[in-house]
């Protein structure tokens, strides 16, 4: 629900949108709102929760596979496959922006870190986290050119985001119709290799947070294991040095005007190390409001069971609201406008997740996932 959140700016406009809201569909104070309330609470740290969800359900099927006796990578492997083709169908059918494939690829290399304990796990993420961070706010810094060298009038001079009418006429064809994406997809030489490309543009992010994750379903941290007043001190620690963090970049980058030096440091580089924690703090929060089951609890966890039918239903909302051939809404709303379409959304995975739930054993997609890697129809229906 929070990854669409911000998709749906990357589905509605152009991809440098998504990265830099001036370049597209920005301007009104409600875009600006918008994009202030999802930097803020939003941008990065759902992902996060995501990827970390992600690393440990790996651990959780494993150890199910490994106490049946089929073997854990007889089982991990065909559904790292499996889910490789989603995310390639996902990417080169409807949209760009598929975390699929790149969980995949990452996926199969992360099954050598399950057996180990969760302190190790924590120390190795820590250890990838700052391999990751460290070099890459590197690379983006020595990019720019040096603000306090660069005269006022000149700030604009250096845009990496700039939209020409000429980009915007292509994407705009683009999304004419799915034929018309996988061309445009596959034409392109650097975008057809983008979910290999992903490996080393933000791959070792990825195994991070599932390492992350690992440690904290071993650790009891996922499970609600740990004490509530734990889970109170993590929530209210982390939480307000997000919002503090989040808050101050987003005042400085509203009151320099998106300048991008000003707004590609603080963007890309100067909060990212504080995702992780960001995420840690929401879930404590989440295991300290949800620690008995109740009916708003399970509404949101039918939404987690079936979070791969919704992640990619969502795609299928976008495609069917935004392409040519269907709603044809492409292009046409500002960012504000276009994030009114997320709580209807919300509201749908609310909906229609307990009640496919309360008479299937898995979403949609779940079960096509879960065929495919056993190679054998799955029982669907619940019995009695």
């Not at 057996?115 to 990019?143: C, K, M």
Request: hydrophobic share 55%; net charge positive.
């Amino acid at each position: 629900m929070g990854i669409f959140s911000v998709n749906v700016i990357g589905m509605v406009m152009i991809e440098k949108a998504y990265f830099y809201p001036p370049a597209y569909g920005f301007g009104g104070l409600g875009d600006r709102i918008m994009w202030a309330a999802n930097f803020i609470l939003v941008d990065g740290k759902f992902r996060a929760m995501f990827s970390v969800l992600f690393g440990a359900s790996m651990v959780l099927v494993i150890e199910r596979a490994e106490a049946s006796g089929r073997g854990g990578w007889n089982v991990h492997w065909p559904r790292m496959v499996v889910l490789l083709l989603f995310g390639l169908a996902h990417f080169y059918l409807l949209w760009w922006g598929d975390i699929l494939a790149n969980y995949a690829l990452i996926g199969l290399f992360a099954f050598v870190f399950w057996r180990f304990d969760a302190i190790v796990l924590l120390f190795i993420a820590v250890l990838v986290f700052a391999g990751y961070y460290g070099p890459t706010a590197y690379e983006r810094l020595a990019a720019m050119p040096k603000a306090e060298v660069t005269a006022p009038a000149q700030t604009g001079a250096w845009d990496p985001y700039h939209v020409t009418p000429e980009e915007i006429a292509r994407d705009a064809a683009a999304h004419a119709s799915i034929p018309a994406h996988v061309r445009a997809t596959l034409g392109d030489p650097n975008t057809a290799l983008r979910p290999i490309g992903s490996l080393f543009s933000y791959g070792f992010e990825t195994l991070a947070f599932m390492l992350l994750g690992m440690a904290g379903y071993k650790s009891g941290f996922l499970t609600g294991a740990w004490s509530r007043r734990a889970y109170a001190g993590i929530a209210l620690v982390l939480i307000s040095a997000s919002l503090g963090l989040f808050g101050f970049a987003a005042g400085t980058i509203l009151r320099a005007d998106f300048d991008p030096l000003v707004y590609a440091p603080w963007d890309q580089i100067y909060v990212a190390p504080m995702h992780p924690l960001s995420a840690i703090g929401y879930m404590a929060l989440i295991m300290l409001i949800f620690h008995r089951r109740g009916a708003l609890a399970d509404r949101f966890a039918a939404v987690g069971r079936a979070a791969f039918s919704n992640y990619l239903g969502a795609t299928l909302v976008g495609t069917l609201l935004f392409f040519g051939t269907f709603g044809g809404l492409y292009g046409t709303l500002s960012r504000g406008q276009a994030w009114l379409i997320v709580p209807p959304v919300w509201a749908l995975m609310l909906l229609w997740s307990k009640w496919w739930l309360d008479r299937f054993r898995y979403g949609p997609f779940e079960w096509a996932w879960r065929s495919l890697a056993r190679w054998e129809w799955q029982p669907m229906r619940k019995t009695g």
